[in-house]
């Protein structure tokens, strides 16, 4: 802080006549010293200097009137105090001249003729470079205590317990969506959250300046008389004036090649704060916010600006520590894929990590959706696809209906299969052999199946459903789809599999092929999950596909197109619209004539000349099972389309 009136009198021997009688008026601060014998000097002054006359142009008229009119332009100048040598063209000071001053409350002081004015002006900018030192001082020593705080095992959070401390006030910090990650007692941060998310969704009219009136660029004068590092400023808490343009925290805000600027000022009767974003690039990663009661000092904006470079610089050390533990993840999932899973826990074990225990179940989703898959599972991008981000989670049981048991063996031998036998099942129905195939079943057959329920369904039903809500986190954190697997375990063909079927899921959800169109809800049946348009995202099981037939894996659009291909020469034959009914009954019915003549209501011959014509048309053997196959898909396209 500059030097006050009363150290620069004290220390050049001045004595106060007039003016100084009322409070403080020793105590305003003197940022300069200026000499002038003209009559109106205040053109050439800014304000709060020590003004030094000898009275050399007062020779003449000393009027009251006069010399009131000069001391009443000094005070509406701001001018400090008035210093006034005698001894040159005065012996004394003139009498009007000390009752104007004690009149108007300007400080008077009577300079001795053995002090040059050039002395006093060494003195205050000795003085002035004094309190610079030190103002520099005590921002360097705060930065080491912030440093020292950066070293500590809390890190950013150390800083912002340290930066609150140093400016005698609170200070937060916010991640880029505005949510709080770290706050110290008392801290405002609604404002400023407030502040973020109208950020988020509000423009400025045009490339200059906010329509607040605050400055698109450079730096503002702060209410306390330093300048704010920010470029806008604010007449209340949570409404900046100049915040229009201050960055994208998160999907809006900011177009695109803009910049965000150093701060965010906002200002209200007793509370002063400060936000800075973080991060080296054009998108802020965080934020950071500091408010105290009283306008920052420069030595304040100076360790605040230090503590944003700390938290900066610790984030990307951060992200740069986030990548390569990434780039670990994805060699671990490629080892597992390959089959070395017992080299791929070797690796995660000096790492801290763990997979997780079987049976499992894989997600998919956008790349984009990896940070929302790490707060909840083992996720990695492949190696060979970094477009999609792959998770691995812990299935569940069985439900108690029908109860099954289900078994993995420890060593990932069980080719990833989850196998299961219903609590009624006799003991000796088909088992496992030593190399984890169950004889007579297929792979990843779950006994203890009734007649009508499916193998995915089954298998969907094993599934845990805390590994559905997972994927309905992640569908509303990352806003956008994600697939779901069939449980497995970690040998590659199973594990390959999964990540296939995950993949497959996550493309249904995003083409919206699923069971009518909605995608399931995110706590599974009956759970306590949105639906898909809650989660402004899809979640789609495997098994949902499975349960759809061959149609529900085939893309709409070329499933569509085969249809009409295939059936074209029938739906071209005149209107005979009954040819393709007649097929339709023919092939419902398994070939049986009788059967498919009574569902039209015509002779079996009427029908047996049909599907003659229709073979005929269609140049195809209709007793051959994949010519039937072929036109029942095209049948089906049809009819779902």
Not at 268 to 274: K, L
Not at 397 to 426: F, I, K, M, S, Y
Request: hydrophobic share 40%; net charge neutral; glycine share 14%.
């Amino acid at each position: 802080m500059p030097p006050s009136l009363q150290t620069v009198v004290r220390r050049m021997g001045m004595r106060p006549l007039a003016g100084t009688s009322g409070r403080g008026k020793l105590d305003a601060v003197v940022r300069w010293v200026a000499v002038s014998e003209l009559a109106d000097p205040t053109p050439y002054l800014e304000g709060d200097e020590l003004l030094l006359t000898t009275g050399m142009r007062m020779e003449g008229d000393l009027s009251s009137h006069v010399l009131s009119s000069y001391v009443a332009r000094l005070v509406a100048r701001g001018v400090a105090g008035l210093g006034f040598g005698v001894g040159v063209s005065h012996e004394h000071v003139p009498e009007a001249l000390i009752e104007a001053a004690e009149a108007a409350g300007l400080p008077l002081l009577e300079v001795p003729r053995e002090t040059p004015f050039i002395a006093i002006g060494k003195a205050v900018s000795e003085l002035l470079a004094a309190e610079q030192y030190e103002e520099i001082s005590r921002a360097f020593a705060a930065q080491g205590r912030l440093t020292r705080a950066a070293l500590r095992p809390e890190g950013m959070h150390a800083v912002i317990d340290r930066l609150a401390k140093e400016v005698g006030g609170w200070a937060a910090l916010l991640d880029e969506a505005g949510e709080v990650r770290h706050a110290t007692r008392g801290a405002k941060t609604e404002a400023v959250a407030a502040e973020l998310a109208r950020l988020r969704t509000t423009r400025p009219p045009g490339p200059g300046p906010s329509s607040g009136g605050g400055r698109s660029s450079g730096a503002g004068r702060s209410s306390g008389g330093g300048r704010s590092s920010g470029t806008g400023t604010s007449s209340g808490v949570g409404r900046p004036a100049g915040a229009g343009r201050f960055a994208d925290a998160g999907g809006g805000g900011l177009p695109a090649g803009d910049r965000p600027p150093a701060s965010l000022a906002l200002s209200g009767p007793d509370e002063h704060i400060v936000v800075q974003p973080l991060g080296g690039g054009a998108r802020p990663r965080g934020f950071f916010a500091v408010g105290a009661g009283r306008p920052f000092t420069p030595v304040a904006h100076t360790v605040i600006n230090a503590a944003g470079s700390l938290l900066t610089l610790a984030m990307e050390q951060g992200r740069a520590q986030l990548e390569a533990a990434r780039r670990v993840r994805g060699a671990v999932l490629e080892l597992l894929l390959s089959g070395a899973e017992n080299q791929a826990r070797a690796v995660l074990e000096p790492l801290g990590g763990r997979l997780p225990r079987e049976p499992l179940v894989v997600l998919a989703a956008g790349a984009e959706a990896l940070d929302a898959l790490e707060a909840h599972a083992f996720a990695a991008l492949r190696t060979t696809d970094e477009t999609v981000a792959v998770a691995l989670v812990p299935a569940g049981e069985l439900p108690a209906e029908p109860r099954a048991e289900l078994t993995a063996e420890p060593t990932g031998r069980a080719a990833g299969r989850v196998t299961g036998r219903a609590a009624d099942q006799p003991t000796d129905q088909p088992t496992e052999h030593e190399g984890g195939q169950r004889t007579g079943e297929p792979a990843g057959h779950v006994a203890g199946q009734t007649a009508d329920e499916s193998a995915g369904q089954m298998a969907g039903r094993a599934m845990d459903e805390s590994a559905v809500r997972v994927a309905g986190e992640v569908a509303r954190e990352a806003d956008g789809p994600v697939g779901v697997s069939l449980p497995c375990g970690y040998a590659a063909a199973a594990l390959h599999g999964a990540v296939d079927q995950a993949r497959r899921a996550l493309a249904a959800a995003r083409g919206g092929r699923t069971n009518g169109g909605t995608g399931r809800d995110a706590g599974g049946s009956g759970g306590k999950g949105g639906g898909a348009a809650d989660l402004g995202g899809r979640v789609v099981r495997f098994g949902e596909l499975a349960g759809q037939g061959l149609l529900g894996l085939l893309d709409a659009g070329a499933a569509q197109a085969f249809s009409a291909a295939a059936l074209a020469p029938l739906t071209r034959y005149g209107s005979r619209a009954d040819l393709v009914e007649s097929l339709r009954a023919y092939l419902e019915s398994n070939g049986h004539w009788d059967a498919a003549a009574q569902r039209l209501g015509v002779h079996r011959h009427t029908l047996r000349y049909r599907m003659r014509r229709v073979a005929e048309l269609l140049g195809r053997d209709l007793d051959d099972p994949g010519v039937r196959a072929e036109l029942w898909l095209a049948l089906e396209a049809a009819r779902r389309h």
